[in-house]
């Protein structure tokens, strides 16, 4: 959690008064656990900062009787008493004594600080159209010595489905029965030209996907990087290709700078929740990435279309090598993938009954055109499920629709961060 600094430079602290609110929890714990974040698994919204452990815990809300509980600080206690400290809640009127004890930094025993990652930036909102004629960039396998994939000769379909498919495939889905299949050879074309995505700020993360659509170029969701809750970058994102649990095939970079769509980030419109996060490294170059290309609502109806990512209520075991002891789960650590026809596009979004959940933010919605690029052809952005979906659609997940203006937009970020040429 960050807070900006006032004068005096306070560094540690410690709560003296009034108690704050508590919360008890079953989730196992061990000495040196203090002060890790309590979090809500489905959104990695931070609760509390874990306090300490106890066999003979009073039960709270007035209740009787103990049990064995480990205990956190509610999070709003803890933001109620820094305003409290540094002014805020005395600007605002409210009485009542300093409730955190501060000590300087002059006061603290010498020691070797870190030094801190350089920040990310926001690239520059450049709207200029690069492209004039046909809006279709070719993607690139790579280095095509490591191989495609098996898996993909099976599951990725083109062409349009019939009638008789979308009936079936519309009613399946989460919405309904999960169809997704698990992606095992991700070093493999073209699932390595996905990553995982871990955004830092502070002590809460969050998890996404995002996809690879030049050297150094990866595209997501405005909402992994930008949500409307902070309203805020990232202190830190890390960036994995072809993520498989804990094996990282290709390493895991870190962004120079982040593009978001203007409109996502002033007006959070939910056809412009796109974002670009430009990479430290041209990993591209070895793992290949996407086409891109826009096509009109007619051409798009009835296409097999395909999500592949990262969902974060998919969890791994993994196991220490040595002790072979249980480590902590994983999520958003395993790729998943699952086609459906495109049941239509609408004001700028492209609606599917492809299976998706929380962590697949960000994912490419492509198409299998093999006379348009020797990759996937990507024509959105995933970014919804069918919570956001309108009644008169249907039950279905959405995306934005990669229009012209978008393809443009796009073409303009990488141009005006210095992007590496195709």
Excluded at 5 to 34: C, I, M, N, R
Excluded at 163 to 184: F, V
Excluded at 261 to 284: K, M, N, S, Y
Excluded at 297 to 308: A, C, E, F, N, Q
Aim: hydrophobic letters at 40%; one cysteine or more.
């Amino acid at each position: 959690m960050a807070t900006e600094e006032s004068a005096g430079d306070f560094d540690q602290t410690a709560h003296v008064q009034p108690e704050p609110v508590h919360l008890h929890y079953k989730t196992p714990t061990l000495g040196g656990s203090s002060g890790s974040p309590v979090f809500d698994f489905n959104d990695f919204q931070l609760l509390a900062v874990h306090h300490r452990g106890m066999l003979e815990a009073s039960r709270l809300n007035a209740r009787g009787g103990r049990y064995a509980a480990n205990q956190g600080i509610w999070i709003e206690s803890i933001r109620a008493a820094i305003s409290e400290t540094f002014g805020e809640a005395s600007e605002a009127g409210m009485t009542g004594g300093r409730r955190w004890r501060s000590t300087p930094l002059s006061a603290l025993a010498a020691g070797e600080s870190t030094p801190s990652a350089p920040p990310i930036v926001a690239a520059p909102l450049s709207g200029a159209p690069v492209h004039s004629g046909p809006r279709v960039t070719p993607g690139s396998l790579g280095d095509a010595s490591l191989g495609r994939s098996v898996a993909a000769e099976q599951l990725l379909k083109s062409g349009r489905a019939s009638a008789e498919e979308i009936a079936n495939i519309s009613n399946e889905s989460i919405i309904g029965i999960d169809g997704r299949t698990r992606i095992l050879d991700t070093s493999m074309s073209p699932w390595r030209m996905l990553c995982a995505i871990r955004c830092h700020w502070g002590t809460r993360l969050a998890v996404g996907t995002g996809f690879l659509i030049g050297p150094d170029m990866l595209v997501t969701a405005g909402h992994v990087v930008f949500p409307k809750s902070i309203q805020s970058l990232p202190d830190r994102i890390e960036i994995i290709p072809a993520l498989n649990v804990t094996d990282r095939p290709f390493g895991a970079f870190g962004a120079r700078s982040v593009s978001v769509h203007p409109r996502w980030q002033t007006g959070f419109e939910i056809t412009c929740d796109v974002a670009a996060i430009h990479l430290e490294q041209a990993v591209g170059e070895k793992v290949g990435w996407y086409g891109l290309a826009v096509r009109t609502p007619d051409d798009l109806s009835s296409r097999w279309s395909h999500v592949t990512g990262y969902p974060g209520e998919k969890l791994d075991q993994p196991r220490d090598p040595s002790s072979g002891a249980p480590l902590p789960p994983l999520p958003a650590s395993q790729m998943w993938h699952h086609a459906s026809p495109i049941l239509g596009v609408k004001n700028g979004r492209i609606f599917y009954a492809t299976d998706t959940t929380p962590g697949q933010s960000g994912a490419p919605i492509y198409v299998i055109e093999p006379d348009a690029s020797p990759t996937p052809v990507v024509i959105g952005v995933h970014a919804y499920g069918k919570a956001s979906t309108p009644v008169a659609v249907g039950e279905a997940n959405s995306g934005a629709l990669i229009d012209a203006d978008l393809f443009d937009l796009l073409q303009s970020w990488k141009a005006a961060a210095g992007g590496r040429s195709e």
